[in-house]
């Protein structure tokens, strides 16, 4: 069974930085369409960033130039670079992944950033 498995949100102080990671089982991890997403109280999941199998990325304006998403394939691994975090980054981050005719979720991480 498939399984997707966040790590790294935490609370941090506006101006912080956090890096989560998504550790992904199963053997389909190197063709696989990552994506990070997240969802604030109250608000639909948005779309965070996103990178192919061969490494092309893409993000939402608002984390541009502040946020990198990059992968390991020889650890099955995405991870996401938050820097410059701003209170309205505030959500839970879920990690997606696609291959093939599948669609995966993580369980999703908090991130805080707060005084």
């Known amino acids: 069974q498939v399984q997707l498995v966040e790590s790294g949100g935490g609370l941090v102080q506006p101006g912080g930085s956090l890096r989560l990671s998504c550790v992904v089982s199963?053997?389909?991890?190197?063709?696989?369409?990552m994506a990070w997403y997240r969802q604030a109280p109250g608000k639909q999941r948005q779309l965070v960033a996103a990178?192919?199998?061969?490494?092309?990325?893409n993000y939402a304006d608002s984390v541009k130039g502040r946020f990198t998403i990059s992968r390991d394939n020889a650890k099955n691994t995405v991870y996401l670079q938050m820097n410059s975090l701003k209170p309205e980054d505030t959500a839970v981050y879920y990690c997606?992944?696609?291959?093939?005719?599948?669609?995966?979720w993580g369980q999703g991480t908090q991130v805080t950033v707060s005084s």
């Open positions: 199963g053997s389909y991890f190197s063709i696989a369409f």
């Open positions: 997606n992944g696609k291959w093939l005719a599948y669609d995966y």
């Open positions: 990178i192919t199998h061969d490494g092309t990325t």
